[in-house]
C-alpha cells in the first residue's frame, strides 16, 4: 500500500510506478503548487502515461516537470441550486 505521505508529482511517479495508466493531472514546468493554480481559470490538465528521462509525458506526446493527480467528477444539481 503506498504511504499516505506521498502527493503532487510523487504520488504521480508512485501511481505510474504501480502500473496505473492514463492519469489525469494538472500539469506545469514551474512546481507542483503552480500546477493547482493554472487548473483554476486555464486548461493545463492532461493524461499522464509516462515518466522518463526526469519528466512526465502526456498521452499527447507532450513532457511535463510537474504533475499533479487531480479528479473530475460532475456537478451536482444540489451544489448549484437547481
Known sequence: MM???LKGSDLTRAMLARGDEN???AVCDESDEQAMMDLCGNDF???IVSFNDGYFYCSAGMPWSYAVPIKI???MPFEVSI
Open 3 to 5: 504511504s499516505h505521505e
Open 23 to 25: 492519469i489525469w493531472c
Open 45 to 47: 490538465t492532461a493524461y
Open 73 to 75: 467528477s460532475a456537478v
